[in-house]
């Protein structure tokens, strides 16, 4: 099973947390709410994001991509202020070409939200801080 090592913000303890999971994942020391930060590619991605008990937000990715470089770090901040709140999906678009092409992408970073899964917003291209947040806001009200 895809595991990721995520370290607790408030206590700095490092925790193993499961791609694929019911509820939110909590730190096993100080017991706050994680920050929820996976990969996924062409074979578990239904399961990690499209049956996400949380809304997912994915980030359509590749290496070389500049782009991609600067919007990383924002979309990891994101997912920590909305700690159990969110899932981040990160797709290598390089390793999954089947994804790459059932949800036609053409530009990266693409980004998209997903809740219950169905795509609720979709956004081409990096994008400034302030815009990514209420961009995602306004999805995660939807």
Same mark, same amino acid.
Do not use: Y
């Given at each position: 099973m895809n595991k990721a090592i995520i370290k607790?913000?408030?206590?700095?303890?490092?925790?193993?947390v499961p791609a694929v999971a019911d509820g939110r994942p909590r730190c096993g020391s100080c017991h706050r709410e994680l920050p929820w930060v996976v990969e996924a590619g062409d074979e578990d991605f239904g399961e990690i994001a499209e049956r996400s008990g949380v809304?997912? %937000?994915? #980030?359509?990715?590749?290496?070389?991509?500049?782009?991609?470089?600067?919007?990383?770090?924002? %979309? #990891?901040?994101?997912?920590?202020?909305?700690?159990?709140r969110i899932k981040l999906v990160k797709v290598d678009v390089d390793h999954s070409p089947q994804l790459s092409a059932r949800f036609a992408i053409q530009a990266v970073p693409t980004l998209m939200v997903i809740i219950d899964g169905k795509i609720v917003a979709?956004?081409?291209?990096?994008?400034?801080?302030?815009? %990514?947040?209420?961009?995602?806001?306004?999805?995660?009200t939807k």
């Amino acid at each position: 099973m895809n595991k990721a090592i995520i370290k607790c913000p408030h206590c700095g303890k490092s925790n193993r947390v499961p791609a694929v999971a019911d509820g939110r994942p909590r730190c096993g020391s100080c017991h706050r709410e994680l920050p929820w930060v996976v990969e996924a590619g062409d074979e578990d991605f239904g399961e990690i994001a499209e049956r996400s008990g949380v809304p997912a %937000l994915v #980030d359509f990715w590749a290496v070389w991509c500049g782009p991609c470089r600067m919007v990383s770090p924002v %979309l #990891d901040q994101l997912a920590h202020e909305r700690a159990g709140r969110i899932k981040l999906v990160k797709v290598d678009v390089d390793h999954s070409p089947q994804l790459s092409a059932r949800f036609a992408i053409q530009a990266v970073p693409t980004l998209m939200v997903i809740i219950d899964g169905k795509i609720v917003a979709r956004q081409a291209g990096a994008a400034p801080a302030p815009v %990514l947040r209420s961009w995602l806001e306004e999805a995660l009200t939807k």
